[in-house]
């Protein structure tokens, strides 16, 4: 099973001993950055390998939009409005 986004609304409770139990040996989870790094190094680590990645083009972000700071409220709603996809950019 897997979430996320979620930018359609709250998403419907499940009782997981009815649905996941009677389906065998399932497994419920909501992993967090804390549970794939253990220390400040670390993080900074895999940030810096991300960033590696994206400036020999072997990881390419998409960019929806790009907004000026003062258009901030425009992003959001935007994002509310789900009428973006990727990433979207604020720009002092």
Do not use: C
């Not at 993080?43 to 003062?70: C, H, N, P, W």
């Amino acid at each position: 099973m897997v979430l996320f986004g979620a930018s359609s609304g709250p998403v419907p409770p499940v009782d997981p001993i009815k649905q996941l139990m009677a389906k065998g040996s399932l497994t419920l989870t909501r992993p967090s950055l804390i549970h794939y790094v253990t220390s400040r190094d670390e993080l900074q680590q895999r940030a810096g390998d991300v960033f590696a990645m994206i400036g020999a083009g072997k990881l390419r972000l998409r960019i929806s939009r790009t907004y000026k700071l003062e258009e901030v409220q425009q992003a959001h709603r935007d994002l509310e409005g789900r009428k973006t996809t990727g990433k979207i950019l604020l720009v002092p």
